[in-house]
Structures are given as C-alpha cells and as structure tokens.
C-alpha cells in the first residue's frame, strides 16, 4: 500500500521520487495534461534504456479502439507480470481510461494490478487520466473512486498553473533561443492560451521560429504585443500541425509526445495526425536533397511554395542529421499508416511506438 499522505502528491514531489529512483504505481490527474506528460517523459526518461524500449516499454491503451475494457486489463495484469529485460525497471502507461465509469469488477481489477506493482521494486506504472477522465471538483477525493484508487496507488495532482509562474515559464524559453520579448507581449501571450501549457508551448515555439527565421530588424530580436497579435493565436485544433512540425524538427522524444497528446486531448483523427507527419518527413528529404544540390532557402522556397522562414528552420532543423535517419523515418512513417490501416490496433499505440523509434535512439535524443 501506497504511505498514507493527507492529500494527493505534487509535481515538485514527484520530481524528487524520480531523483531518488522511482518505482511503484502512480493515478496522474488534474487539469494541466502538459505537466502529466512532461513527467511521464522525465520517468521514462530515468529508467530507460537504449534499444530496450521494445522489451520495457508497455502502452495499454482502453480506447475502444483497442478492443474491449476486458482485453485491455488482461493487458495490463501480463504488463505488470512481465520481467524486465536486461535493465532494471520496466514502464507502464496507462491511458484512456476513465476510472469513474468501470463497473466494480473492472475497477476492482484495475487497483490489483497497481497494488501488484506498488509493491514491486522493478515496475512503474503511470495511469494517465486526460482532464476530462478524473474531474478535479471539490467532490473528488471524497469520492469512492479516488479513495480507492488511492489505496493502492500514489495519486499525484496536475493543477493549472498560476499567471505568475507561466509568464515567468515563458520567458524562460525565450531566453534559452536567445530571444527577448517585451513583458506586456508575455502577459498577452499567457493570456491568449487561457493560461494553458500545451497550448501555450506551441505559440511559444511558433514565435521564436517567427523571431529567428522571418522578423527583420534588430538583433537580437524582440518580440513585440504586435507580433503576438499579428502570430500567435488562442488554442485551437488548427494549431496542432506547426506544433507537429517544430517538435519533429527538434528530434526530441518528449516534444513529439506533447504533441501527440495535444492532438489525442484535441480528438483529432489519427490517421489525419500520421499524415501531417509524413508530410513533415517528405519535406525534409525534399529540403535536404535540394540544399545538398547546392539551391538557396530563397529557391527552395520559391520551388516548394513554402514560407522563407519555414524552409530556414528547415535547414536549421536537418542540418545536421544524415539522410538515412530521414529515410529512416518517413520509411517508419509509411510502415506504421499500412499498419493503422489493416490491423485491429489502438492507432495512438501505433502512432506512440512509431515515435518511440524515430526518436527513442541515443543518437537522436535531446533533453
């Protein structure tokens, strides 16, 4: 059983168990889905190891689309039974399921299979409850539900953070790409995202991108309240493919995986969200084959009908990664559409594992 707490755990804590060596079963909830997926990566980032994801790594999805909420437990239970594989710990998320709306066998099944691994000393399990799956009301913890899941698991709670705390997240990213922003165009931005952090890092990165590669003037540039007008945009479906396209620019597993998660909170359709992204890599094949036969941003622009400064980040983004990890990637991205196409599959599962190779391998990984 999981050392009783008044009250459920908090992301500073959370980030101190990881420190220390984490394991046992972990109920993440709240209002903020981007800090539950920032900790997700940081837990899988700390017990992973290269080339073992295939062996370590359990996604259990309860998506209808997976089968039934039966077949998904059974799942889950084998998960927690397997062996780890030539590392320490194995990983287990938990996603799309709503603990409120299991019959009681279900729920019953549920907390024994975090109890089996709240005792372990080799297993973590994350259930993953969207904001929408676990309601933070004021009713919750006193519910049946919480209580029980509570029994048998750490609950840890992902609140909306304070505009104090955004405004000063953002400028933190700005300052890291060595860009300024002014402090009423900070406030407008936070203001703009509804003091949402998923949302609000993809604005973010559409700005810096807009500052490096399309503003002209000063340098450093500045980001201004016109430009936050004139490029940023209140959170919306439409704003999940330039998230897409900066993530999978930057080569990082954990910006990919923001991404996807936006795109699943958003309902969007997988297979739309998989070819927005074998779009990104044809592109990139494209803008490395031309840059190679010696063309300019300004030609490649003009030939692909795309934006100076999206080829200049483009350029910036492949210009160090061989052809073959591209080739690589779109080759996995067509794999895995045969795939969502013609097998009986959660496409998140599939759409998960295909980034986990693209971007999993030491060489590509960037904290």
């Not at 003091?195 to 559409?206: A, T, Y």
Request: hydrophobic share 45%; aromatic share 8%; proline share 5%.
């Amino acid at each position: 059983m999981p050392e009783k707490r008044n009250g459920p755990m908090r992301p500073e804590e959370l980030s101190d168990v990881i420190k220390k060596g984490i394991c046992g079963a972990f109920v993440f909830f709240g209002d903020e889905d981007y800090l539950k997926s920032h900790y997700r990566d940081e837990i899988y980032r700390s017990i992973m190891t290269e080339g073992m994801e295939t062996f370590n790594y359990f996604a259990v999805s309860f998506s209808p689309a997976a089968g039934s909420r039966e077949t998904a437990m059974t799942r889950l239970a084998d998960a927690v039974n397997a062996v780890p594989m030539m590392q320490d710990k194995k990983l287990i998320v938990v996603s799309d399921l709503a603990p409120a709306g299991l019959p009681k066998d279900l729920l019953e099944a549920l907390c024994g299979s975090l109890s089996l691994a709240e005792k372990s000393d080799d297993t973590v399990v994350i259930l993953y409850c969207r904001a929408d799956e676990l309601e933070t009301d004021y009713k919750l913890e006193a519910s049946t539900v919480y209580k029980k899941l509570s029994s048998c698991a750490k609950m840890v709670r992902f609140d909306l953070q304070s505009r104090g705390k955004l405004i000063a997240w953002t400028k933190r990213h700005f300052t890291k790409e060595s860009v300024l922003i002014s402090d009423e165009a900070v406030g407008l931005l936070v203001d703009l995202c509804a003091g949402r952090m998923m949302p609000l890092s993809g604005e973010i990165q559409k700005l810096i991108c807009y500052a490096k590669y399309g503003k002209e003037g000063e340098k450093p540039p500045v980001i201004d309240e016109d430009d936050v007008k004139r490029i940023a945009a209140a959170s919306s479906p439409d704003e999940v493919p330039f998230a897409m396209l900066t993530a999978a620019q930057s080569w990082k597993l954990s910006e990919m995986r923001a991404v996807m998660d936006a795109a699943r909170e958003q309902r969007e359709e997988p297979v739309a969200v998989l070819a927005r992204l074998s779009r990104i890599y044809l592109d990139m094949l494209l803008i490395k084959t031309a840059a190679a036969e010696a063309m300019s941003a300004a030609e490649i622009a003009k030939d692909m009908k795309m934006k100076d400064f999206r080829v200049g980040k483009y350029l910036s983004s492949i210009a160090k990664v061989p052809v073959d990890v591209i080739e690589n990637a779109a080759a996995l991205a067509y794999e895995t559409d045969r795939r969502l196409k013609s097998l009986p599959s959660d496409p998140w599962v599939l759409l998960d594992e295909l980034i986990v190779k693209i971007y999993a391998p030491k060489s590509l990984r960037r904290t």
